[in-house]
């Protein structure tokens, strides 16, 4: 069986712009969480979605939103980029919530830089 | 507020030896799993080993064990017989309400031929 599968896996955007990042989680799996990453630094936990409503939210401004559609995969946006979004944007798969006594899965990434 | 410390910032280990990478967490939840996390120069995340809460023996995993001490919420991550494939950053992770984890800063690990 597949992974957990990003698209793309790199990204260049400039201060002000729109990017979306989409994720496919592991076959069967439910929930989809997306983190963030600065170079450097641990994951931040950004959102989780199950059964396609949003069931978590990190400490990330409302320019930071997601989706999750019917077969399971999400979409991350951001919207008004800033240099400071500069990150590897991880999502990871569950067969449910997130959370005992579900693991989740990860996948490689997207490496988004904003000039 | 919920945390995870991992205090090592850099360790390195000579092949075949063995190290141990430290990390203690605060969560609120009964049940829940701690986890650890290699995540080498690919950037793929990737999961070491598990230890349930609940379980008072000790996971392991080939040459990774834990040494989990719920009533000091300490959750260290022992390599034996290092291999130079070992040699990444490694994260600790452990739950912060139902619905996310909360990671440490993570720990180089270098292993040295």
């Known amino acids: 069986d597949a992974g957990v599968t990003q698209s793309p896996t790199h990204l260049i955007k400039t201060r002000g712009q729109h990017v979306t990042l989409r994720c496919s989680p592991i076959?069967?799996?439910?929930?989809v969480s997306w983190y963030q990453q600065v170079l450097g630094q641990g994951p931040q936990f950004i959102f989780q979605?199950?059964?396609?409503?949003?069931?978590g939210r990190g400490n990330f401004p409302d320019r930071f939103s997601a989706r999750q559609f019917p077969n399971y995969s999400s979409e991350l946006n951001v919207n008004a980029l800033l240099l400071g979004d500069s990150a590897l944007y991880l999502c990871?798969?569950?067969?449910?919530?997130?959370?005992?006594?579900?693991?989740?899965?990860f996948g490689p990434g997207t490496r988004l830089t904003v000039l | 507020a919920q945390t995870v410390t991992q205090s090592q910032p850099e360790m390195s280990v000579q092949e075949a030896e063995t190290v141990t990478l430290s990390c203690t967490y605060d969560t609120s939840e009964n049940n829940y799993y701690l986890f650890w996390y290699k995540q080498p120069p690919s950037r793929q995340m990737i999961l070491v080993i598990r230890q349930e809460a609940y379980k008072q023996q000790n996971a392991t995993e080939n040459r990774f064990s834990v040494n989990f001490q719920k009533a000091a919420k300490s959750f260290s991550l022992k390599i034996s017989d290092s291999q130079l494939g070992d040699t990444a950053m490694y994260f600790c992770a452990s739950p912060a309400g139902i619905y996310k984890y909360i990671f440490g800063t993570g720990t180089r690990l270098k292993v040295l031929a």
């Open positions: 990871a798969s569950s067969l449910g919530i997130a959370g005992y006594p579900n693991e989740q899965f």
């Open positions: 979605y199950y059964e396609k409503e949003e069931r």
């Open positions: 076959s069967g799996h439910k929930s």
